[in-house]
Structure formats: C-alpha cells, structure tokens
C-alpha cells in the first residue's frame, strides 16, 4: 500500500514536499512515480524514478520538480519549486512498469491535494 501525504495550499511560487510511503520494501520495486489528476483531466506521470537512479520528467516538471527515493525508508519523495497554478491537482504515487509510466503495477489511494493559488 502506498500512501501520499505532503499536500496543501501554497502560493505561485512557492514549493512543497511530497512523501509516499510505502508498507512494504520498495528495494524490490524497480520504478516508483509520481501522478496527478487535475479537475477534468486524465491523470498523468509527472515523474518516475528507477532503481539505479534513472529518472523521467513530465516536460512540464521538468527544471522545477525531483524526484528521490529512499529504499531504506521506503519512501518517494517530489521535491516541486517554483509551483504554478496549473500544477494544482491530486497527486498521486505508483508503482510504474517502466519510466514512461503509461501502465502502473498498483493500486490507486487516495492522494494528495496540491492546490496553488494566490
């Protein structure tokens, strides 16, 4: 299971910290990622991490997000700076087939709400 928390209100501009923590190892698990679903849209990788450290950044997080993870917490994190309002969505971890993330392996929880707005 995995479960994101981290979310709020922030203003444009400003930055948050997302963690997903996990019940389990994730030693194991080759690629974690990170979703969102904004209001009326599909939801979308916004990046993806592999074991070895390879990474994969939707284009518009790119320069502004990173990703991390610690297998020895069994944890994922998503640094995100410089927030815009258009980044405002439910944030979601998975576990991705690859770095594409176009096919998960686990279920969805619940999220978190990022809401960037002055």
């Known amino acids: 299971q995995l479960q994101a928390s981290g979310g709020g209100l922030v203003q444009p501009g400003g930055s948050l910290r997302l963690s997903c923590a996990a019940s389990r190892s994730i030693r194991r698990i080759d690629v974690m990622g990170w979703f969102r679903q904004a209001p009326g849209k599909q939801r979308e990788l916004v990046a993806a991490?592999?074991?070895?450290?390879?990474?994969n950044y939707a284009d518009s997080a790119k320069g502004r997000f990173t990703i991390s993870r610690d297998n020895a917490k069994n944890t994922v994190y998503l640094q995100m700076n410089s927030l815009k309002p258009e980044d405002t969505a439910v944030y979601y971890c998975?576990?991705?087939?690859?770095?594409?993330?176009?096919?998960?392996?686990?279920?969805w929880g619940q999220g978190t709400q990022v809401t960037v707005s002055s």
């Open positions: 991490i592999a074991n070895g450290g390879s990474t």
């Open positions: 998975n576990k991705p087939l690859d770095l594409r993330g176009t096919v998960v392996l686990g279920s």
